[in-house]
């Protein structure tokens, strides 16, 4: 190879590198508001009335009016949703950090980072579930 292509080859990837970090940048970021909307959009007969987002915006708890908790975990450049009934597992390693277990091979252990863990630690393992 000679030199013009070598240069060439770096140049289209820089170029490539580029274009995917400005797509990056552009993705979604997961507010109360969209985790509401998207959790009732992809979810049958959900309505919404509580919602909390991990702090990253990449995840996120939704309480609905029938006691489900929807969660919400970004898959690339969209969000995937999962209703849990409770009783849910999950822990509480550090006073804002919650680790649930969605129960699903394909879907898997899901980390959200909220200021009111416990409240929520609380509904996903059965008590307070109806209380906003």
Known sequence: MNLPMILGSIGAIAVVVL??????????????????HYSEEMVSGFTAI?????????????????????????VGGRFAAR???????????????????SAERHFGKIEVCIDDAETWQQRLRGGDSAEP
């Open 50 to 74: 509580e919602a909390a987002t991990c702090q990253n915006r990449q995840s996120a708890l939704v309480l609905g009016d029938d006691g489900r908790i929807v969660l919400l975990k970004r």
């Open 19 to 36: 274009i995917v970090r400005g797509v990056r940048f552009q993705a979604k970021k997961l507010g109360p508001d969209e985790a509401e």
């Open 83 to 101: 209703a849990l009934k409770p009783p849910i597992r999950c822990e509480r390693p550090e006073p804002n950090r919650l680790v649930i277990d």
